[in-house]
């Protein structure tokens, strides 16, 4: 899980971009990183850790400059402990470029050989990224043509980016004695916008993952960048931008509506808040298709991102609202720890159950998603030891019953619990007397009551339809062979469970 951040202002920004990392944080706990330009330099720090641990006084005063960078990073299994590949990334040539990326790329393994037999670049780590900073850098310095960086050379290289590109990309970079640039693949498939703030001296920009890293610095949302859009901002913070895609569709993400963003975030023009509620309306009415209402006598949410869902389920319902499960917010997430019996304990320390809510009460728990299903496990367990008499359990996403290649850790379809099981099979599994998916027509349509404009959604992990169209049986046996092991490190990894 990433999130990416880029500020232009009237003042230094290093503080600013901290604490916008801060808002973000929750999109990524492996690594922060910062960049600022000042005086054609570039300075940079980045380490592993959460953004409060890795900035230190010293490395804030080492990055002094009115225009940055920041990224905060979750990789994919394989190379968290490499540093090289935290991000803001830089390149020297043509023009000197600092980059940040939330994403993956599908055929990056095709772009690295041409960058070395072709472009003669050389890439020095595992990631997406740099590979995709390389193909940016290389079409630049083809379409300057060894004249003066200006706007028409940027608009070319995104175009040529997004001939050679495939996957899901937001990018955000810093162009030495130019400006910074911003754009998205041509599906929208990753979250980014912009927002502005109007300071004494003028103008001041932000562009970010999420609405909620502009608004917590006191920024206003402008809008959503475009898929295919390119956004520039030069050295006097002019604004500018062109659609540089041939055929661009709105495919936003649906698993960011349903768990990466955070509530009080707007993406491409949807409540995220808003959007869980919809998930529990129509969730509401599938349970009431699904499980006698009668042998229900309360619902309650696994904290967190859940909560919406499950309060207007229990609205619609006319049934009981309670919170049974305490959230102990100082444990990391579970899915970063490596084996089943870690992450097993850490659910216990991270979630405690309320006894006296659940003593004697057939419980119907919501649940945002499952997906390897470890965490649904051990929670219907807990209540089951806490007095209850029968645990139901609701999804307010779909059964996830294929990898994700679009920047989310799902890479290996026999870890998925769904994968193979119909809806009773995966009940037995998590021990749930009861289990309720949302239909994936109802979880988009959710969406798409609060934007009728979002022509299609991403929802890969659910329908196994890869909106880039280079996705095949044969990739999808070597990435199973191979255990997913590519760590793009614009990632993002699924779940508080897994």
């Known amino acids: 899980m990433c999130g990416i951040v880029g500020v232009v202002a009237t003042a230094p920004v290093n503080q600013l971009i901290y604490d916008s990392l801060l808002l973000l944080q929750h999109r990524g706990q492996d690594a922060?990183?910062?960049?600022?330009?000042?005086?054609?330099f570039f300075s940079m720090y980045k380490a592993h850790g959460l953004v409060r641990d890795v900035f230190r006084t010293r490395n804030m005063r080492s990055?002094?400059?009115?225009?940055?960078?920041?990224?905060?990073?979750?990789?994919?299994?394989?190379?968290?402990?490499?540093?090289?590949?935290?991000?803001?990334?830089?390149v020297n040539a043509p023009f000197g470029i600092m980059f940040v990326h939330n994403g993956n790329l599908t055929n990056w393994r095709e772009l690295r050989e041409e960058l070395f037999s072709i472009d003669k670049r050389h890439i020095n780590t595992?990631?997406?990224?740099e590979v995709l900073l390389n193909v940016f850098a290389h079409e630049l310095d083809k379409a300057a043509g060894g004249r003066p960086l200006d706007d028409e050379a940027v608009y070319q290289a995104v175009a040529a980016v997004h001939k050679r590109c495939r996957g899901a990309y937001s990018v955000i970079a810093q162009i030495a004695n130019f400006g910074m640039v911003a754009f998205r693949d041509p599906n929208g498939i990753r979250p980014l916008c912009i927002g502005t703030h109007e300071a004494g001296q003028g103008k001041e920009w932000m562009i970010a993952s999420e609405s909620v890293a502009l608004t917590g610095c006191g920024f206003s949302l402008l809008r959503d960048i475009e898929p295919g859009e390119a956004v520039i901002i030069d050295l006097d913070r002019?604004?500018?931008?062109?659609?540089?895609?041939?055929?661009?569709?709105?495919?936003?993400?649906?698993?960011?509506?349903?768990?990466?963003?955070?509530?009080?975030?707007?993406?491409?023009?949807?409540?995220?808040?808003?959007?869980?509620?919809?998930?529990?309306?129509?969730?509401?009415?599938?349970?009431?298709?699904?499980?006698?209402?009668?042998?229900?006598?309360?619902?309650?949410?696994?904290?967190?991102?859940?909560?919406?869902?499950?309060?207007?389920?229990?609205?619609?319902?006319?049934?009981?609202?309670?919170?049974?499960?305490?959230?102990?917010?100082?444990?990391?997430?579970t899915f970063i720890m490596p084996g089943q019996a870690v992450r097993k304990k850490s659910v216990r320390q991270k979630l405690s159950a309320i006894d006296m809510e659940f003593r004697g009460k057939n419980v119907l728990l919501v649940d945002d998603s499952i997906v390897r299903g470890t965490t649904s496990r051990e929670i219907v367990e807990m209540a089951r030891s806490a007095g209850a008499n029968k645990v139901y359990f609701a999804s307010a996403a779909p059964a996830v019953r294929f990898p994700n290649l679009y920047g989310i850790d799902m890479p290996v379809q026999t870890d998925l619990i769904a994968h193979g099981r119909d809806t009773e099979e995966v009940a037995q599994v998590i021990g749930a007397d009861g289990l309720v998916y949302q239909n994936l027509d109802d979880l988009e349509q959710?969406?798409?009551?609060?934007?009728?404009?979002?022509?299609?959604?991403?929802?890969?992990?659910?329908?196994?339809?890869?909106?880039?169209?280079?996705?095949?049986?044969?990739?999808?046996?070597?990435?199973?062979?191979?255990?997913?092991?590519?760590?793009?490190?614009?990632?993002?990894?699924?779940?508080?469970?897994?």
């Open 32 to 40: 922060s990183g910062i960049s600022t330009s000042h005086d054609q």
């Open 63 to 90: 990055l002094p400059g009115n225009a940055g960078l920041g990224q905060v990073r979750y990789p994919t299994a394989g190379s968290a402990q490499n540093v090289d590949e935290a991000q803001p990334f830089y």
């Open 446 to 498: 959710s969406i798409r009551d609060l934007n009728p404009a979002i022509p299609r959604f991403e929802s890969s992990c659910f329908n196994g339809v890869y909106v880039t169209g280079d996705i095949d049986d044969a990739y999808l046996e070597v990435l199973q062979r191979t255990g997913g092991q590519r760590a793009p490190a614009g990632a993002m990894s699924p779940k508080h469970e897994d």
């Open 238 to 333: 002019q604004m500018r931008s062109r659609q540089c895609a041939d055929e661009p569709i709105l495919t936003p993400c649906v698993f960011e509506y349903v768990y990466f963003a955070r509530p009080d975030s707007t993406i491409d023009g949807v409540s995220v808040y808003n959007a869980r509620l919809q998930m529990g309306e129509y969730l509401g009415n599938k349970v009431a298709r699904s499980l006698r209402l009668g042998d229900i006598d309360v619902v309650m949410p696994i904290p967190d991102s859940a909560r919406p869902a499950a309060m207007q389920l229990a609205s619609k319902l006319d049934l009981s609202y309670r919170e049974g499960f305490i959230k102990n917010r100082y444990v990391g997430r």
């Open 126 to 129: 595992n990631s997406d990224s």
